[in-house]
Nanobody
Framework: QVQVVESGGGLVQAGGSLRLSCAAS????????MGWFRQAPGKEREFVAA????????NYADSVKGRFTISRDKGKNTVYLQMNSLKPEDTAIYYC?????????????????WGQGTQVTVSS
């Protein structure tokens, strides 16, 4: 059984930074693309960032380009989301997902395993 677990969320002031981690068991993450999505209160879940199976390709939402960086550590079977220059509008539950393919897709339907989410709150 595959389990995806996020960690690293919390409360931070605007302009601050956080690093989210995503670990998986039951699946070797290095074989699949990984993605981060988020859902703010009253809004639909949206794509944030994705990284291909080998890390050679990354994809970001326009709203986070230049501020967020996705990376992966194959040895630790872990994916990270470094979030800098955080804004109040980044406040959301952040979900990590493992793709059924190797491509860094922004389509949520490409992802077959999801974590429970970690809360990120950015105060103004």
């Amino acid at each position: 059984q595959v389990q995806v677990v996020e960690s690293g969320g919390g409360l931070v002031q605007a302009g601050g930074s956080l690093r989210l981690s995503c670990a998986a068991s039951g699946r070797t993450l290095s074989t699949y693309a990984m993605g981060w999505f988020r859902q703010a209160p009253g809004k639909e879940r949206e794509f944030v960032a994705a990284i291909s199976w080998n890390g050679d390709s990354v994809n970001y939402a326009d709203s986070v380009k230049g501020r967020f960086t996705i990376s992966r550590d194959k040895g630790k079977n872990t994916v990270y989301l470094q979030m800098n220059s955080l804004k109040p509008e980044d406040t959301a539950i952040y979900y990590c997902a493992s793709s059924a393919t190797g491509a860094a897709s922004h389509f949520s339907r490409q992802y077959d395993y999801w974590g429970q989410g970690t809360q990120v709150t950015v105060s103004s």
